[in-house]
């Protein structure tokens, strides 16, 4: 059964860093990150594919940077310069081809 295993969340200052991983027990073509902030629908924040093609969203083009080690099967998140409104679960996911599937989530919290 293919998983994927989250870690890196918790509580940051605004203007801090912080770092997501997320590993995955298959080989996934397409790995993102999505978010959940609180009383909102979810929303993408960036994916990339096995070749390295990556897309984000707009409010976090230039202080977010996914990445993946296509050797661990795992995809990262930088954030940078992270705001209250950053603040939000945050879910991987992971597309197969034939079967898709979600991490559990990870709490971030920017919060002075």
């Known amino acids: 059964q293919v998983q994927l295993v989250e870690s890196g969340g918790g509580l940051v200052q605004p203007g801090g860093s912080l770092r997501l991983s997320c590993a995955a027990s298959g080989k996934p073509y397409i790995m993102a990150w999505y978010r959940q902030p609180p009383g909102k629908q979810r929303e993408l924040v960036a994916r990339?594919?096995?070749?390295?093609?990556?897309a984000y969203a707009d409010s976090v083009t230039g202080r977010f940077t996914i990445s993946r080690d296509n050797v661990k099967n795992t995809v990262y998140l930088q954030k940078n310069s992270l705001k209250p409104e950053d603040t939000a679960v945050y879910y991987c996911?992971?597309?197969?081809?034939?079967?898709?599937?979600w991490g559990q989530g990870t709490q971030v919290t920017v919060s002075s």
């Open positions: 990339v594919t096995r070749g390295g093609n990556t």
């Open positions: 996911y992971a597309d197969l081809g034939p079967l898709a599937i």
